[in-house]
């Protein structure tokens, strides 16, 4: 596991990289001639981060809700239909959408979000 996730952090480096070379070509296309002061690096940068900050939450949420479609376990013991819904929620780097696993119980007439429970409890 350690090899593999060596694996992954060194190409997660490598990309960055090449994101960094790209976001840099695009910042002295949109500045042009001009030497720009400070912030004007700093803060398109900050927001690059925090845009794909955004992207791993989203894409991470998206994958726990797709492992968590097979999980239907709850306290009544009867089957319930799983499905996979979306909202909004404000992270600190501003609204991400974000899907989660919601199971329908028809005996309870409820809906639970199973990532929310432990163990099937």
Same mark, same amino acid.
């Given at each position: 596991?350690?090899?593999?996730?060596?694996?992954?952090e060194k190409k997660l480096q490598d990309l960055l990289?090449?994101?960094?070379?790209?976001?840099? %070509?695009?910042?002295?296309?949109? %500045?042009?001639?001009?030497?720009?002061?400070? +912030? %004007?690096?700093?803060?398109? *940068?900050?927001?690059?981060?925090?845009?794909?900050?955004?992207?791993? %939450?989203?894409e991470r949420a998206r994958e726990l809700a797709a492992? #968590?479609? #097979? +999980?239907?376990?709850?306290?009544?013991?009867?089957?319930?239909?799983?499905?996979?819904?979306?909202?909004?929620? #404000?992270?600190?780097?501003?609204?991400?959408?974000?899907?989660?696993?919601? *199971?329908?119980c028809r005996s309870c007439r409820r809906s639970f979000?199973?990532?929310?429970?432990? #163990?099937?409890?």
């Amino acid at each position: 596991m350690d090899a593999k996730k060596s694996s992954l952090e060194k190409k997660l480096q490598d990309l960055l990289k090449q994101v960094s070379t790209v976001a840099t %070509q695009i910042q002295a296309i949109a %500045q042009g001639d001009q030497t720009p002061h400070f +912030d %004007q690096i700093e803060l398109p *940068a900050h927001d690059l981060g925090k845009q794909f900050s955004r992207m791993v %939450q989203s894409e991470r949420a998206r994958e726990l809700a797709a492992t #968590n479609l #097979n +999980d239907a376990t709850r306290t009544c013991g009867r089957k319930r239909q799983m499905a996979t819904s979306t909202r909004k929620v #404000n992270s600190m780097d501003s609204p991400v959408e974000l899907t989660e696993t919601v *199971a329908k119980c028809r005996s309870c007439r409820r809906s639970f979000f199973p990532s929310a429970y432990q #163990n099937g409890t």
